[in-house]
């Protein structure tokens, strides 16, 4: 059912009135159904600190998920996707409990913790069945969080079919609770907070310690953002993650006792970190430097964006990454070619985002520079690896929403 069109990518309301053929051909016909949608994002700024109790700076994008969903007279479930034939249907009396390893774990974790609300309240008895059609022209497993994507929308999606009555920060808990306690994957707050707390124009200030957030403007007038996809799948790094945490976790507990007052990785001050890194597994130690350094960055790169200091904005990023390369390992060739090729061609800055181990990298360019930038990139890299990386700017996103068409 998936299309190769020629839509303008960051059209929703186009995508959706293709996506509703999708859901005819995928149920049959009859009323038509409900239209969301709910976008990716990029992060900025805060490389690999969501987990260590930092801050970040995301924003979501242009592209994203895309939801149908009609009401059936029956309490029968249908969730199918336009990327995957393999959909998953049951009744709600007999909801599945566990994951079964497949996409459908993402929006049917927020199936089943939205169900267990409505037991707990009593009014489960009163849900009617869904048909549910998921689809998007989010990459997956490029670093642009798809995930939080599809468990955001289908938050949204439920409460408003089931007339759950949840505001925002209780989609993105239950988007969060599904990831991590369903799905399995130990993620940080990121993630579901930039998908559901965006606005246009704005980047997420987001401390991952106390969970404080504020929206921060950037002046898309003067610069856009875009996004090159080295075309390494991410899929295979879930392991490599793990580890990651693993070793800030093992650095914070050798740490900790010489600050008192630390509750995280974040807390660690620099000076304590420098006199006992000599104590640390040495990969322990280089995972810390970059968490600690990082934060300072991320600190200088909100000031840097408040005073409206572009070049310094750009520099930030640029450093981030030759952090994430060098301490925190997690980079690639092909990600380090196109960082440089971004520079070399007069990006601002640039840098992996996401998660890193393929996936892709995020530039910070001045307006009007796209066309050269991103046209040098591409020659530079398919002369090294003999194929034509996707490059699109995107502008910002409003956020997860019902859109009527």
Known sequence: M????????????????????????????GAAPRTFFSPGRVNLFGGHLDYNGGPVMPTAIDRGTFLAVRERDDRRIFIASTLDPNGIEFDLDEAPTTRLGRWVDYPLGVLVDALVRCRAAGTDGQLPG????????????????????????????????????????????????????????????????????????????????????????????????????????????????????DQCRMAFEALQPYAPGASCMRDIPLEVFEAHESELDPDCAARARHVLHEVGRTFAAREALFAGRMEELGGAMTRTHESLRDYYACSTPELDLLVTAALDAGALGSRLTGAGFGGCTVMLLNKGSEDVVLSELQERFEQVYGRVPEVEVFSGDEGPREIML
Not at 204 to 233: M, Q, T, Y
């Open 130 to 245: 869904l048909e549910i059609l998921c689809g998007g022209n989010l990459p997956v497993g490029a670093g642009l969080s798809s995930s939080a994507s599809i468990c955001v929308g289908t938050a949204l999606l439920l409460d408003e079919a089931w007339n759950l009555s949840l505001d925002v920060m209780e989609r993105v808990r239950t988007a969060l609770r599904a990831e991590r306690g369903f799905v399995g994957v130990q993620c940080g707050i990121m993630d579901p907070f930039a998908v559901g707390l965006a606005r246009r124009g704005h980047l997420l200030w987001l401390d991952c310690k106390d969970e404080s957030w504020e929206h921060v403007p950037l002046d898309f007038s003067r610069v856009s953002i875009a996004v090159a996809n080295s075309g390494v799948s991410r899929q295979l790094a879930a392991g490599e993650f793990n580890r990651r945490v």
């Open 2 to 29: 998936s299309h190769s069109s020629a839509l303008d990518p960051a059209d929703p309301v186009l995508h959706l009135a293709e996506h509703v053929e999708d859901f005819y051909a995928c149920y049959g016909s």
